[in-house]
């Protein structure tokens, strides 16, 4: 059915019954040196296998880390896109990771034991010495039992998922129209709705004041001159760029400024 050889260990006896030769007994076993023998690891050893790779962090040694992975070993690391999936390929990325001085801590740990291999899964935080920040990141570790040593078969590192900006869509058009929501505000004619438009931390550098607004009240204080002039927009010219959760609209617009009846560019 599938063309497979199987090799195995067999006994018959057999008795003479009934005027013929009949089996009595029949063992079937697979050859021994082909069952994998269990080698017995607690859960805390499991939970210490990770600081074998912690230590190889601290010798700032690529080639330590590295040499911490099986042959077959693949890693998914926290702050690279590419999986590594060899030696060499491992190493490259430590060569640039152990430029931050990491050191882990482990916060969690879920523990799985099987023959020849174990899991140690849950959160780590790395302290990187070279600029003091702190990383908290989630861990799987699988390791398997090669060549006489416990080396790690599959690592998958990830940012905490709270963590992460989920992108809010928009579109082009959707940008254009944000100036809109601004030059409304200016019809109201209330310096209020105005700098309301603008986010927490907002810069407004304005056109005609030297100095740059950097707060509600400062930006308020200059609408409060600015809107006299009973100013309303027009785009004539619009770039648009867009990234996660931000986005920008540079160009050419026209203001025409009722309160006089000129227009300014």
């Not at 899991?119 to 861990?139: M, N, P, W």
Request: glycine share 8%.
């Amino acid at each position: 059915a599938s063309g497979d050889k199987v090799k195995a260990r067999y006994s018959f006896i057999y008795t003479f019954e009934d005027g013929e030769w009949k089996i009595a007994h029949h063992h079937s076993s697979v050859m021994p040196e082909g069952i994998d023998i269990a080698k017995p690891i607690t859960e805390d050893e499991v939970r210490g296998l990770f600081y074998l790779w912690n230590n190889a962090l601290d010798t700032l040694d690529s080639d330590a880390v590295a040499k911490r992975y099986s042959k077959n070993g693949v890693l998914l690391p926290t702050v690279s896109d590419v999986p590594r999936t060899d030696y060499g390929s491992i190493k490259n990325y430590f060569d640039s990771f152990l430029l931050m001085k990491p050191q882990g801590t482990i916060l969690e740990s879920n523990v799985m034991i099987g023959t020849n291999w174990c899991q140690d899964a849950g959160i780590y935080e790395f302290t990187l010495a070279a600029s003091g920040d702190k990383v908290k990141a989630r861990y799987s570790f699988i390791y398997t039992f090669e060549d006489g040593e416990w080396k790690i078969a599959h690592h998958h590192s990830s940012v905490m998922p709270e963590g992460i900006d989920i992108a809010k869509p928009i579109t082009e058009d959707e940008v254009r129209g944000l100036f809109y929501l601004w030059n409304n505000a200016l019809d109201t004619l209330d310096s209020d709705a105005v700098a309301k438009r603008y986010s927490k931390n907002g810069v407004l550098l304005p056109t005609v004041s030297d100095v740059p607004r950097t707060d509600y009240g400062s930006i308020k204080n200059y609408f409060d001159s600015f809107l006299l002039m009973k100013p309303q927009g027009t785009i004539l010219e619009s770039n648009v760029m867009i990234g996660t959760n931000w986005c920008q609209d540079a160009g050419i617009y026209e203001f025409t400024l009722a309160a006089s009846g000129d227009k300014v560019k």
